[in-house]
């Protein structure tokens, strides 16, 4: 991967817990922002989430983001931006 995958989190968020989790098993690695500790980091999700705090948040290595999405859209994701680099 060209740069690491973020995952804006909070620690409460079963879902988010579980999409690492799942995307863990398929060797996809990401940096983890819990939005509850970095201030700049709520900010930025509340300006990609129309104003919500929506987690999981997901910023891919060309800036493109994803809210809530699923492991295959992840995987999906990932696999167009190895195939355009």
């Not at 973020?6 to 079963?14: E, H, L, N, V």
């Not at 809530?68 to 696999?79: D, E, G, I, L």
Request: aromatic share 6%; net charge negative.
């Amino acid at each position: 991967m060209p740069a690491p995958l973020t995952m804006y989190t909070t620690q409460w968020c079963a879902f988010c817990k579980r999409l690492k989790s799942q995307l863990a098993r398929d060797g996809i690695t990401m940096t983890e922002v819990d939005i509850e500790h970095d201030p700049a980091a709520a900010d930025y999700v509340m300006s990609v989430n129309g104003g919500n705090q929506t987690v999981p948040t997901l910023v891919f290595p060309d800036g493109s983001v994803m809210v809530n999405p699923s492991a295959a859209q992840v995987k999906k994701r990932m696999a167009e931006l190895a195939t355009s680099g």
